[in-house]
Nanobody, 121 residues
């Protein structure tokens, strides 16, 4: 079973930056970052295919957020720039073993505990 440990959340002013990390133990074909704000549904933010490095982004973060992985492909990052108050949410890392296209709508099987991101105006 895959274990995921997120870190890097915090509080920042609008326009600032944060980098989230997700350390993975176990095998995965795809990893993603999701977020959920209070009273809202969970939203897919970005995904990365582990083998190819192919990435996909939600329209709301495209051009501001970047998902990447380290050289040994066990840690995934989410670099968040030009943060807005509407980016405030709990951010979760997720992984999936079997290949299913690695889309924002992919059904991920393993989830981290989440890390809070708060952006103040």
């Amino acid at each position: 079973q895959v274990q995921l440990v997120e870190s890097g959340g915090g509080s920042v002013q609008a326009g600032g930056s944060l980098r989230l990390s997700c350390a993975r133990s176990g095998v995965a074909s795809c990893m993603g970052w999701f977020r959920q704000a209070p009273g809202k549904e969970r939203e897919g933010v970005a995904t990365i295919a582990i083998a190819s490095g192919t990435t996909k982004y939600a329209a709301s973060v495209k051009g501001r957020f970047t998902i990447s992985q380290d050289n040994v492909k066990t840690t995934v990052y989410l670099q968040m720039n030009k943060l807005k108050p509407e980016d405030t949410a709990m951010y979760y890392c997720a992984a999936r073993l079997s290949w299913d296209g690695c889309l924002l709508t992919t059904d991920f099987h393993d989830w981290g505990q989440g890390t809070q991101v708060t952006v103040s105006s």
